[in-house]
């Protein structure tokens, strides 16, 4: 668990662009949901607030850029209507055959296998163990 401190430390010593997009999920076991998003996708764990089984926040950074949120569903949180394991979100990541590797040793569920795209790129699309549907490809955008 990261404390305040080491947040705040790598955030002045970090040189990356201020994220302003942070998807934001509820888990149900949210400190599950931590150790697979950073054992098997690579997620880098920055921060994570709570105690015992309950997370209050976490922050999740992405290698190549921004990032996501997350914490223990909740009850009269502002988000307590969004069911846990409801969620897209696509990832853009340099090496998609290696990650869909990680994601099949890891145990996530396979959508759809790595193809490559018509309009360019290569991804492949899986379901964490919560049911968040996870894209993964080398297709950055326009």
């Avoid at 209507?81 to 994601?103: E, N």
Wanted: proline letters at 4%; aromatic letters at 10%; glycine letters at 12%.
């Amino acid at each position: 668990m990261t404390n305040m401190a080491e947040t705040t430390q790598h955030n002045e010593s970090s040189s990356r662009a201020k994220t302003t997009v942070w998807p934001t999920l509820s888990y149900r076991d949210a400190r599950a949901a931590i150790r697979f998003l950073v054992d098997v996708f690579g997620f880098n764990e920055i921060a994570v607030y709570g105690e015992g089984d309950v997370v209050e926040h976490a922050q999740l950074d992405w290698p190549g850029g921004g990032g996501l949120m997350l914490g223990s569903v909740r009850e009269g949180s502002a988000l307590s209507d969004l069911p846990p394991g409801v969620g897209s979100i696509y990832i853009v990541t340099d090496d998609v055959d290696d990650l869909y590797r990680r994601a099949v040793e890891g145990g996530a569920q396979i959508v759809r296998e790595p193809r490559d795209e018509d309009y360019g790129g290569r991804d492949f699309l899986c379901r964490d163990p919560e049911g968040v549907y996870w894209s993964f490809g080398s297709y950055a955008g326009e």
